[in-house]
């Protein structure tokens, strides 16, 4: 069985000690398989941030795949914006903006939803292109069969109330029913700083929180989730902050039926 931890929104500049410290203590404790970082690790895409953020993820015992948020654009220096847009992700993060990754039993594939313009006033809006679609599609079709197939990206797919909505990632109706059609069973997100799990079109949906900074939502503390199974079942766990650590908060099972995952 495979363990997936999903921490988000790191913001680092906003981030705080004591949450750090429960999660390495709540990752030893899960000694995952993978970790998956679904974007915003800095706060303002600023030097120091993302030297903290280098730090953080040179300490980290176990295999991680990370994708960029909208925070990690610059919204302030516009040339930065514009001409070098991922110069600072790539030289402190990763020259890949859209990695995948395979484990046994699992392949896992990173989407780069963040973009440095777009025609609308709101900057933070995320995208997915038809040809980054296309990718997906590509790389879901060539996995292994009976393997747990995972799409990351910032932006979420699915949110659950209509006031959430304009956060959702442009593109979505016609990813989800390409990712749906090549088979794809988890999609994982972030950006609203709400944890949430949901099933859409026979996919499984599941956003972490912000793991770690003071940028919180009222009412919603820090939180990540833990991913537990294989291919044919799998156990979603969303840990809370407490107090002085990370408590599991709620738990769901899915099976995977020949129309798609249902709750168990
Ligand atoms: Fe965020
Ligand atoms: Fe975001």
Avoid at 253 to 261: A, I, M, P, V
Wanted: charged share 20%; no cysteine; aromatic share 10%.
């Amino acid at each position: 069985m495979t363990t997936i931890a999903h921490i988000s929104d790191l913001h680092f500049g906003r981030e705080q000690a004591t949450q750090i410290a429960g999660l390495r203590k709540a990752l030893a404790q899960a000694a995952p398989n993978l970790l998956i970082i679904s974007g915003d690790i800095t706060q303002r895409a600023r030097h120091r941030e993302f030297q903290l953020a280098e730090r953080f993820l040179s300490t980290l015992p176990f295999p991680y795949l990370i994708v960029p948020g909208n925070h990690d654009l610059s919204a302030h220096r516009l040339i930065e914006r514009f001409m070098f847009p991922w110069r600072k992700w790539r030289r402190y993060i990763s020259h890949d903006l859209e990695p995948q990754t395979s484990l046994p039993g699992v392949h896992v594939i990173g989407v780069n939803s963040a973009r440095r313009f777009g025609w609308y006033w709101d900057w933070s809006r995320g995208r997915i292109s038809s040809q980054q679609v296309s990718e997906v599609v590509a790389a879901l079709q060539a996995a292994e069969p009976n393997t747990l197939k995972v799409v990351v990206a910032h932006h979420p797919f699915w949110l659950p109330t209509a006031n959430l909505r304009r956060q959702l990632i442009g593109g979505y109706r016609h990813a989800l029913e390409q990712f749906q059609a090549a088979g794809a069973d988890l999609i994982l997100g972030g950006h609203i700083h709400l944890p949430f799990i949901n099933i859409v079109n026979g996919m499984l949906i599941s956003h972490a929180g912000t793991t770690i900074s003071d940028r919180l939502v009222k009412g919603q503390p820090n939180s990540f989730n833990l991913i537990q199974g294989d291919s044919h079942q799998l156990t979603l766990q969303t840990l809370e902050w407490e107090e002085d650590h990370f408590a599991l908060r709620q738990q769901q099972s899915f099976r995977k039926q020949s129309d798609g995952w249902q709750q168990h």
